[in-house]
C-alpha cells in the first residue's frame, strides 16, 4: 500500500540522488585538477628555490673569501667579522658526541647504572573499557562497578548531530 503524502514524488527524489552523484564527481575531478596544479606549481617552486639557494650559495662564497681578507674577532669556537648589515660569522670546527640508544643502554646497565632512569607510562585501553559504559538518561554508566561517572572522572557526553548520506 502507497503513501499519497510524500513532500517529493520518488521519480524526484531518484533525480536528487542522481544529481547528487554528479555534484560529487565535479568535486572529485576538481580536487584532481587543483592536485596536479598544486604539483605543477610545487615543482616550479623547487625550481626557482634551487635557483636562489645557487645564487645564495655563491655570494655566501664571495663573502667568506672576503672574511678571509679582514681582521676578525676570534673565541674559543667562533671568528666574527662585524659590518653595517649584519655580522660575518665562522664557527671552528669541533666535534659533537652521539650515540646509540641501545649500546650505550647495555653499556651502562653493566658500568654505570646511575646514569639510567626509568620512565613508565600507563595507557587507557579505551576501546574495552568503552564496552563496559552505558548512556543512561544523559549520564554515563559503569556497567561493571554499577557506577554514574562525570567530568569529574574525565567523562563526558558530547552531542553528535545528525548526519544524512547517499551512497
Known amino acids: 500500500m502507497e503513501q499519497e503524502n510524500y513532500l517529493l514524488p520518488e521519480w524526484q527524489a531518484d533525480n536528487l540522488i542522481t544529481e547528487i552523484k554528479d555534484l560529487q564527481a565535479d568535486k572529485e575531478r576538481f580536487t584532481e585538477v587543483a592536485k596536479k596544479k ?22 655566501k662564497a664571495q663573502l667568506r673569501a672576503y672574511f678571509m681578507t679582514v681582521e676578525r674577532k676570534s673565541t674559543k669556537t667562533q671568528e666574527t667579522y662585524s659590518m653595517f648589515s649584519g655580522k660575518l ?18 653499556y651502562l646497565l653493566n658500568n654505570a647504572e646511575g646514569y639510567l632512569k626509568e620512565i ?9 573499557f568503552k564496552k563496559e559504559l552505558v548512556v543512561d538518561n544523559g549520564n554515563v554508566f559503569n556497567k561493571t562497578t554499577g557506577q554514574y561517572l562525570d567530568d569529574r572522572e574525565g567523562i563526558t557526553l558530547e552531542d553528535v548531530a545528525e548526519s544524512f548520506e547517499v551512497k
Open 38 to 59: 598544486c604539483e605543477i606549481i610545487m615543482g616550479e617552486l623547487e625550481t626557482r628555490s634551487l635557483k636562489i639557494d645557487n645564487e645564495i650559495e655563491f655570494k
Open 89 to 106: 660569522v665562522m664557527k671552528k670546527p669541533t666535534q659533537k658526541i652521539k650515540h646509540d640508544e641501545e649500546k650505550l643502554k647495555t
Open 120 to 128: 613508565v607510562t600507563t595507557k587507557i585501553d579505551w576501546a574495552e
